[in-house]
């Protein structure tokens, strides 16, 4: 039987297509695509880094492997993605002004740190 040699079988995917949960991303394939595992099953989502912490959205579930969608940030947990969205845009300002701070050190004088 399929089920004996390691495999999963049909019945005993932990993921549905529409599933939504938190997972570390624990490497990156040879495509590009970061690699988590829920239960041992193995999804594949793009756009991610290895260690990133996000919320997924299962979109497709085939014999062993899934795919998914990152639809938030990791750090909320339990929230629901639309919360872990409004959250994420808070930063995205904050970072807008970090990057105007910069222009204004730019304009000191540089300072020579290497000793010839």
């Known amino acids: 039987m399929y089920g004996d040699r390691g495999g ?3 019945d005993n995917v932990p993921i549905n297509a529409g599933d939504e949960f938190e997972v570390t991303i624990e490497a990156v394939g040879a495509k590009g695509d970061g690699i988590a595992k829920k239960e041992g099953f193995v999804i594949f989502v793009p ?4 260690g990133d912490q996000v919320r997924i959205k299962v979109t497709k579930v085939l014999r062993k492997v899934g795919f998914a969608e990152v639809v938030g ?6 929230q629901p993605a639309e919360e872990a969205a409004s959250e994420e845009e ?8 970090e990057e105007a701070a910069p222009e204004e050190a730019e304009e000191e004088e540089p300072q020579d740190s290497e000793d010839f």
Not at 47 to 50: F, R, S
Not at 73 to 78: A, D, F, H, W
Not at 90 to 97: N, Y
């Open 47 to 50: 756009g991610v880094q290895k």
């Open 8 to 10: 999963f079988q049909r």
């Open 73 to 78: 940030s990791g750090s909320g947990e339990g």
């Open 90 to 97: 808070t930063p995205k300002e904050e970072a807008k002004e």
